[in-house]
């Protein structure tokens, strides 16, 4: 099939093609895909594409198999977000040491303030290493780690610049909020 042929076909059963996607799938841009992929194929395999009469339906064919790959696709990613989902729960549930309050009160701060916390208390790093994953000097992280404790306490009800002891629900001590990070 010569380049003027294939436009042709292409002219004359796009909108079809189309339709027949949008009739099957839930989002307009899986239907685009659908379609695109399918003129991909005939595109590719234009030099075995039955004749004239047979090729609409041969087009047919090919868009109802990419749209059943689609669905296994979307199935896969769809058993694979829930199993994440229950590994992540089953992660967070382990990783947090802290009651509902203290998690609140950390949710409260800005996402820096909860990253560098996070960063020093559940992934153990030095201000030395946030630097290098910030892109900063170490006495800007010290800087910013002491500021978003600060900011921690506050929001926890405890403005003591070191408590005594554990900030209310904080399970696993306060050196996470209170040492300073050298």
Known sequence: MDDGAFEELYAAQ???LLRYALRRVQEPADAADVVAE???IAWRR???LPPNSER???LFGVARRVLANQRRGQLRRSLLADRLREELDATVSDSFPMDGHALDALRQLSPEDQDLLAMR???QLTADEMATILGCNPAAVRVR???ARRRLRAALGNESPAPAGPPRGVADGPQWITQETR
Do not use: M
């Open 14 to 16: 796009y909108g079809d």
């Open 38 to 40: 399918t003129w991909v």
């Open 46 to 48: 234009r030099g075995d």
């Open 56 to 58: 609409r339906l041969w």
């Open 121 to 123: 208390a559940w992934e």
């Open 145 to 147: 780690l002491h500021r």
